[in-house]
Nanobody
Framework: EVRLVESGGGLVQSGGSLRLSCEAS????????IGWFRQAPGKEREVVSC????????YYADSVKGRFTISRDYARTTVYLQMSSLRPEDTAVYYC?????????????????????????WGQGTQVTVSS
């Protein structure tokens, strides 16, 4: 089974940076996409960024474009989320998750509309708090 472990969260002041890591184990070729999500208290969970595993195509939510960067370390099976210019509204628990067993059409569609897909395996989350 897939196991995902997030790390790198913490307390940072507005304008600062953090790098989150998602260490994945138990992945198969059916795990097509890894995504970063976040959820603040009282808010709905939202997609932050995704990366497609076979070609590293990426997706970013409009709210983080130009500030966050997702990347993949092939050798260590780790996906990173580099966050810069952080704002208080970025405060949330950040999760990584995988989407598996996608058809070829779904593999294309998920990179433009990832909120419509089932990310079945989730990590425990890491807290990011941005002070004003």
């Amino acid at each position: 089974e897939v196991r995902l472990v997030e790390s790198g969260g913490g307390l940072v002041q507005s304008g600062g940076s953090l790098r989150l890591s998602c260490e994945a184990s138990g992945l198969t070729y059916d795990d097509d996409v890894i995504g970063w999500f976040r959820q603040a208290p009282g808010k709905e969970r939202e997609v932050v960024s995704c990366i497609r595993m076979y070609d590293s195509r990426v997706y970013y939510a409009d709210s983080v474009k130009g500030r966050f960067t997702i990347s993949r370390d092939y050798a260590r099976t780790t996906v990173y989320l580099q966050m810069s210019s952080l704002r208080p509204e970025d405060t949330a628990v950040y999760y990584c998750a995988t989407a598996r067993s996608l058809t070829t059409d779904q593999t294309r569609e998920i990179m433009t509309n990832p909120e419509e897909f089932d990310f079945g395996s989730w990590g425990q989350g890491t807290q990011v708090t941005v002070s004003s």
